[in-house]
């Protein structure tokens, strides 16, 4: 296996490189078959001492159908990758695609994150909304982008289904969806009980951090707000724990 | 101060260490407050040259009027201590405090995790619970311990309101709570829509692992089953948000 692909593959766990290279890692058997399925794969790299698990074979193979070129590495070469974790036998070099706005527009609602920088929590909602049949997620520019491994990791391959847009200006973007209909509605401390909330299809739902809440700059924009009630002495929900509390609502 | 002292809170990070001592680490500003609100603290540990700040100072007081020692670390001892992430300027040794089976009822159901090995997920389970205000929790002895570093930053200081059980013989546990009336519910993929729940406060929700499920040697004890539909592609919910999604229908 060449040296430039290890040095590439390190490269990918910084945004900027993953940025300017538009390619992101995929590691993990569940994971790589998501990604062979549903997104345009660039590369394999498969341990070569365990490519006739059953597990890897099969994604080796469907790779090769693909004409997607398949590297096997020694074991010097895997400890020279910085995975996650441990190298867990198979990753998949993967094109970003991001989407431009109409794109989100469709017969379905679209879940907004707003400032969500831990990885566990973006996965998390992404792997929610999948559960719950809602494709569409709109991040803000400052939230964790959806490409970090540790964000592809815990979407356990519903980003590949999700139709997502990282929004440079999410205000500039929830403007014009605004004037295309659609109405934006925020979680915050201060709204209705979320019993009340009567989904609708041309809604957008925003989900803040939990340090910041919904930021000031999008409040003049929000024309419905709800309140998860709690009953304990707990400061907050944690962001992804609330946006499923929402969404299993919808 | 005392090198010993470093040495047996770097100890701490260990579940036979806190064991062995009935100690664990409490970590920042917000924890601590809380610990000293709500916990036995046996020491605080300072970062000496942060001692002026307000907060710090205020928590210092706090533990001087209760007669807690506080030591000031310098620069050299803070750098030894094996935190969960960057020192925060204060950290609390906190007594454990296990509860009899007994002390779990009360007028209030029961949240029972069963092997949550992530400690984000179970602190998660337990901040949750806290905001809707149920503070009975039962872990069987195959999930993470609850005074893991990481569990008890991830609770956000709810872990001091938890009513909290590690049982040894989740089964035992459950036959006698089943004798006592309580009933047994599970989350799973085949029971009814979760929206046909009646709360009782005489349940014990049960949430299993997401790669086992609920466990096969609890199967004969429980009396219902739910499951949170879906419509999407994704395979499972995370075990948080499914618990999540099902106490706010308590």
């Not at 790779?63 to 895997?78: L, M, R, T, W, Y």
Request: net charge negative.
């Amino acid at each position: 296996m060449n040296k430039a692909i290890i040095k590439h593959i390190n490269k990918l766990q910084q945004k900027k490189y993953r940025n300017e290279f538009g390619e992101f890692l995929v590691e993990g058997v569940k994971g790589v078959g998501e990604a062979l399925e549903h997104a345009e794969v660039q590369q394999l790299i498969v341990d070569g001492k365990r490519r006739d698990e059953d597990q890897l074979a099969g994604l080796i193979l469907a790779a090769q159908k693909k004409d997607i070129p398949v590297e096997f590495a020694g074991h010097n070469e895997i400890s020279d990758i910085k995975a996650t974790e441990t190298f867990s036998g198979i990753l998949a070099l993967v094109s970003m695609h991001d989407n431009d706005l109409e794109d989100l527009v469709n017969d379905m609602p679209i879940i907004c994150t707003v400032g969500v920088r831990d990885p566990g929590n973006l996965g998390t909602i992404i792997r929610t909304a999948d559960w719950f049949g809602i494709s569409n997620i709109l991040l803000s520019g400052d939230s964790v982008d959806a490409y970090n491994p540790k964000v592809v990791r815990s979407t356990m391959g519903s980003l590949f289904r999700a139709n997502l847009r990282e929004s440079e200006d999410l205000v500039y973007d929830l403007r014009l969806m605004k004037d295309d209909g659609y109405e934006i509605v925020a979680l915050d401390m201060k709204g209705d009980d979320i019993s009340k909330l009567e989904p609708s299809k041309k809604s957008i739902y925003l989900f803040g951090s939990e340090s910041h809440g919904v930021d000031k700059e999008l409040d003049s924009l929000i024309s419905k707000r709800y309140t998860i009630p709690g009953a304990g002495k707990a400061e907050s929900l944690n962001v992804a724990i609330a946006a499923g509390i929402v969404m299993s609502n919808l």
